[in-house]
DNA sequence: CTGTTAGCGCATTCAT
DNA sequence: ATGAATGCGCTAACAG
C-alpha cells in the first residue's frame, strides 16, 4: 500500500525538549525553568531572559501530563451538553472556551444526546481523564451521579436552571417563572385558549419547568391546560410544524399556542402560512431562548430570550473562581427577557 | 461571607485510591492490576475477577495524567473549529465526539471566531496539553502554524475542504466542485443574471472555494460575475435581507442569487416576500450547506447538502486510525448533492 | 531569589 | 502469566 510520505506520522508522543534541557542550555535549575512558567514574577529577569532564549532555540512546549501529575492539576474542564448540533447550546459552550481560555483552561466537551446513561458514561471518561471542573445542563439526573462527582470532590456547576433548593451550584434562569412571564403576556391580551408544543420532559427539567410554568400562570387565573392540548415532540421545525396542525385540527380551536423551543414555534409559524391562517389575528404563537430567525421570521417571534451565552461566561468564571480557592458563590437567578414581536396580539372577536 | 456547606470543594486534584491501593486489596502486583485495565485478555479470569472486585470496591478511577506520562498518549483529540454558535460545525463536532468516544477518547475543542490568531493560541495550548491528533477546518493558514504541529509530530486532518494537491490529509468535499454544480443548475434553466452573497474569503476557503466555483461555471459558459454583484458579509440571516436588497435595487436585476451558506438564503427569501418578490418567478435563489430549516422554510430552499457529519466521523475514524498505528489514507472527498426545492425556477420571459 | 531533592500514579521493560 | 524495578517530565517543598 502506498503512502504519502507527507502522512508518515509517529503513534504516540514525541519526546521534543524537556525542562531539563532548557535548563541546561540555559545554564539554570530546572526549578527555575518551571517557575519562569508558572510564576514569572519572582525570577530575576535577568535569568528569565536567558531561560526564554532558550525555551525558544529549543522550542520547548511544557509537557501537559507531567504537569498535571506533578501540579495536580489538569487544566481541562469538562463540559457535557445535551447536544451540539442545534445552535442552542454551541452559544454557551463558545461563551464557557472564551472565558476560561485567558486562564490556561481547555474545555474538553462531550454531547448526551439527551441520554442520561450517554452522560454518566462521558462523565466517567472525564473524570478519569482528570478534569479539574465541570459543568453540566440541567439539575435532573440521578443521585449516583451527583455522588460521583463529589466522591472525586471535582467542582461543578449545573446551567440552563436556576438553583430553587441550593442543593447544587446553578447558573441559569428560572424556566418556570420563564415560562410564566410569557404565558402572563398571552393572558394580558384577552387569551383564554391556550394550547402548548412542550419538548420531552423525561429528564429534562428545563422543558418540565416551562410546562409548569405554563400551567402555574394559567391557574393563577382560574384557567388549566387541557392535557390534550400539550403535544409533546422532539425539537424540531416540523415537529412543530406538525403539532400545530393537530392543534388546530380541533374546535374550538386555541387562540395562542406557546412553544417550549423556538423551533417549534417556526414550524408553527410556517404551517400558518401554509394553512392560511392568520398570526396574530387567527392565532398568537410564542417561541422560547430567541434563537437566530426569530426576529426575521415574519411577522418576528413573541419569544423569551434566555442568556445563553451569558451562562457559559459565568459558569466558566464561576468554576475558576472555585479552582483559584476563592469563596465563591453561584450568582442569583439570571434574568430573562420578554422579547415582544409581531406573532402575538390580542384574540380576535370571532375566537 | 456565608458559604454553603455543600458548595465547599477542595481546590487540586483529590488523592482518591490508587493503582497500588487496587493492588494491595487485591493481592496481586500493580503491574497485574495495570494490565486488567490496559490488556485484560492476557490476565487469568480468576486473578481478573479479584481485581475487578477490589477496583469496585475502593471506587477507583484511573489517574489521566499519570497514564498519559507513563504511556505517552493523552487519549485527548483537539478540535478547533472556526465558529460553535452556528449549527454549522455542532454537527461535525457531535459526530467527532460520537465516533472517537467508544475508543476512550475525548475531544477537547476551541472556538477560533474565524481568526487566525485565536486559532494559533488555541492551537498552541493544545498542543501543550499534550493531544493525541488534531482536526482543523479548513486549509488556509500560515506555514508557520503546519510547522508547528508537524514539529511536534500530532497526526493532523483538515475537514470542509477536500485534499486538493496531497500537502494536508483533508476529509471534506470539494467547495469549489459544490458552487459549481449550484450553478449550473441554474444555468441550465435559463438564468443568464447572476448575483452572489458571499461569506468573507480571507482565511476562509470554503467561502473562497465556493465564489470561486460560481466563477469559474459561469466562465464556463461564456459569462462573468460582475464584481459588484458579489456583496461579501459575515454570516447571518439578517445581512443575507440587507444584501438582498442592494442587489435587487440596481438594474437591470439579477434572476438567479447564490448564497454561500443558507442563513443569507434564509434572509434572501424572507427580503423577497417583504417586498413583494415571487420566488423563484422573479428570482430564484440557492443556500448552501442544507441547514435546518431549508426544506421548512417556503417555498423551500435549493441548497447544497454538505457532508456536516460524516465530515465528524471520517475525521474521527481517520485519526484513530493513524493512532492505532495503520497505514492510513484519507478517503476521496466526500460526495455533495444538490438538494432542488421551490426557490430555484426558469427565469420569466419578462425578466 | 535559586538550586537540590523527592515524588506525583502509572505503563513497561525485564525477569521469573 | 505474573512480579519487581525503573522512569515518564514536571512541580513543590525545602534548604541555602
Redesign the pocket.
Known sequence: MMINPEYAFRTGME?GA???DVAREAG????????C??NPG???P???AKVDAAIEKLD?V??GA??S????RSRLIGAIFPSLDSALFGGTLEALQSEIADSGYTPVVASSNYDPEQERNHLRNMLASGIDALMLVGAAREASVYRLIRRRKVPYVLTWVAGTDGTHPCIGFDNRAAAAAVTRHLLDMGHRRFAMISGATANNDRAAGRLAGVQAALEERGLTLDPTRIITRPFGVEEGRAALRLLMAREPRPTAIICGADPFAYGALLECQNLGLAVPDDLSITGFDDMWLSASLPPGLTTLRTPRNEMGTLAGRYMLSVLAGEETLPPRPLDFELIVRGSTGPPSQAA
Open positions: 519526546s524537556t525542562l531539563e539554570v535549575s530546572p526549578a527555575t525553568v518551571s517557575r512558567l508558572n519572582i525570577v530575576r535577568q535569568l528569565k520547548y511544557p509537557h507531567a504537569r501529575l506533578a501540579s495536580r
